[in-house]
C-alpha cells in the first residue's frame, strides 16, 4: 500500500496525562488514541503490531497443543452467580441488562463459561487432556487506569484453559504452557521471571506470574539472580538461619547520627556493612467513630535489614 493511502495520525508532543515512556510514545507514534479513561482506540499501525503478537502467541499456543476458539465478551450473569463471583469480583466486573432485564456481565475473564462448555461436551476423561485458549477482548472497570495500555479497562487477552484427569496431569499440562510462555518472551526478547504469586479471585492454591523486569509497573517482584526463585512480595519467603546465630561481638552503645536517614548513610557513617544494619518504621492507625472521635489506636514497629 502507498503512503499517501494509509492513515498515520502522530502528535509532536505527548498528552499531558501520558506517564511513562510506553504511553507517551504510543500516543506520539500514532499507534493509540485514546477514547476515554482507559479505553483506546487501536490506530492501522498499533493494530499492525497486535497482529503480530497475536501470531507468536497463537503459533505457540498451537505447538504446544492448545486448540483455539472464542467466548462471548458478553457473558449470562447466571454462570458467575453459580460460581459466586458475580459478587466476589467487585466493582471491577461491569454488570449490564438487556431489554428484558436480565442480567450480564462484560467479561474479565473466562473461566465460567469454558468450564460451561467442558461439563457440557467432556463426557470421558478419555477425552483429556484438552486445553482451550482465546484471544478476545476484555474489561475490568479499574478504579484507576493508568500507564495507558499497561493499566487499561479494555484490553485484548489471551487466555488459555486446560481440563486434565488428576492434578498430576494438571502439573503437567502447566509445565507445557509454560515452556510455552517462555518461547513467547523469548521470541519478544523479553527480560523476564516467572515468579509465586497470588490466584486473587480466579482462585486455586498454586499461581505462578510472568514478569517482564522493568521500571514501570505497580508489582513488586523479589528474585535471586544465582537461582531460579522469584516470587511477589506478598508471596516472598526467606529462608531461616543455616545454624545458630552467633553472639555479640560488641557490648551496646548509642551513637549519634545527625542528618542520616538510612540505611545507606548510617552503614557508611559508622564503617559497617549495609546488611549490619536495621531500620526501625513505626506504623500507626487510628479508628474513629460517628463522632470523629478516636476509639482505638493500634501501632506496630517494623524492623527491616539493611541490603544493597
Known amino acids: 500500500m502507498k503512503a499517501s493511502q494509509f492513515f498515520v495520525s502522530t502528535l509532536k508532543e505527548a498528552p499531558a496525562d501520558a ?15 485514546k477514547l476515554g479513561a482507559g479505553v483506546y482506540n487501536y490506530m492501522p499501525m498499533g493494530l ?18 492448545a486448540v483455539e476458539c472464542a467466548m462471548p465478551v458478553v457473558q449470562p450473569a447466571e454462570l458467575w452467580q453459580e460460581t459466586g463471583r458475580f459478587d466476589k469480583m467487585g466493582p471491577e466486573l461491569l454488570r449490564i441488562q438487556d431489554r428484558h432485564g436480565r442480567d450480564f456481565i462484560i467479561q474479565p475473564t473466562s473461566e465460567e463459561v469454558v468450564t460451561d462448555i467442558a461439563r457440557q461436551e467432556l463426557r470421558s476423561y478419555k477425552q483429556l487432556p484438552k486445553n482451550l485458549y482465546q484471544i478476545q477482548t476484555k ?23 486446560s481440563f486434565d484427569r488428576d492434578q498430576t496431569a494438571a502439573k503437567a499440562s502447566y509445565q507445557v504452557m509454560a515452556a510455552a510462555y517462555r518461547r513467547i518472551f523469548d521470541r519478544f526478547g523479553l527480560t523476564y521471571r516467572a515468579v509465586a504469586a497470588d490466584s486473587g479471585a480466579i482462585g486455586g492454591d ?21 537461582s531460579d526463585y522469584a516470587a511477589n512480595m506478598e508471596k516472598a519467603e526467606s529462608l531461616p ?27 557508611e557513617l559508622l564503617g559497617v556493612p549495609l546488611q549490619h544494619t536495621v531500620k526501625s518504621l513505626v506504623l500507626a492507625t487510628d479508628e ?9 489506636s493500634q501501632v506496630w514497629l517494623l524492623l527491616l535489614r539493611g541490603r544493597p
Do not use: W
Not at 499492525?48 to 497443543?65: L, P, Q, T, Y
Not at 474489561?139 to 484453559?161: N, T, V
Not at 498454586?206 to 544465582?226: H, K, N, R, W
Not at 553472639?247 to 540505611?263: E, L, N, Y
Open 19 to 33: 506517564e511513562v515512556v510506553s504511553h507517551k510514545l504510543m500516543t506520539r507514534a500514532g499507534l493509540i488514541k
Open 48 to 65: 499492525r503490531v497486535i497482529r503480530k503478537v497475536e501470531a507468536i502467541v497463537r503459533e505457540e499456543m498451537n505447538r504446544a497443543g
Open 139 to 161: 474489561f475490568r472497570d479499574e478504579r484507576r487506569p493508568r500507564f495507558g495500555l499497561m493499566r487499561g479497562r479494555e484490553f485484548i487477552m489471551k487466555d488459555a484453559y
Open 206 to 226: 498454586l499461581s505462578e506470574e510472568f514478569q517482564v523486569i522493568a521500571a514501570t509497573g505497580e508489582d513488586a517482584i523479589v528474585y535471586c539472580p544465582q
Open 241 to 267: 538461619p543455616a545454624g545458630p546465630r552467633p553472639g555479640a561481638t560488641q557490648p551496646v552503645a548509642k551513637t549519634p547520627t545527625p542528618g542520616k536517614s538510612t540505611c545507606a548513610d548510617v552503614a
Open 288 to 296: 474513629t467513630n460517628a463522632a470523629g472521635e478516636i476509639v482505638k
